[in-house]
């Protein structure tokens, strides 16, 4: 099992920035790609970014602005946020996928004021 908690949400101005962390736990080992994903009230859970071995990947409407990173020695994934925007306002989730698995965090609230 893989166990994921996010930190580091909450209100801030358009035009802001924000850090979320994601602490990983368990059997780290398993995990391929370790990712974030977000969902706006009354929206579908959507992807945001995924890192890899070989680096990151973004969806378009953060490309940019959005930076994912990972340290290993703190077993941590990170999400920098820069100039946010009121529609990415929403809980983000973390995520971690292996071959045979697919875990999720409780999720952190951003909330981007305009």
């Known amino acids: 099992q893989v166990q994921l908690v996010e930190s580091g949400g909450g209100l801030v101005q358009a035009g802001g920035s924000l850090r979320l962390s994601c602490a990983v736990s368990g059997l780290i080992f398993r995990i391929n790609v370790m990712g974030w994903y977000r969902q706006a009230p009354g929206k579908q859970r959507e992807w945001v970014a995924d890192?890899?071995?070989?680096?990151?990947v973004y969806a378009d409407s953060v490309k940019g602005r959005f930076t994912i990173s990972r340290d290993n020695a703190k077993n941590t994934v990170y999400l920098q946020m820069n100039s946010l925007k009121a529609e990415d306002t929403a809980v983000y989730y973390c995520?971690?996928?292996?071959?045979?698995?697919?875990?999720w965090g409780q999720g952190t609230q951003v909330t981007v004021s305009s």
């Open positions: 995520n971690g996928r292996g071959r045979d698995f697919n875990s």
């Open positions: 890192i890899t071995s070989g680096g990151g």
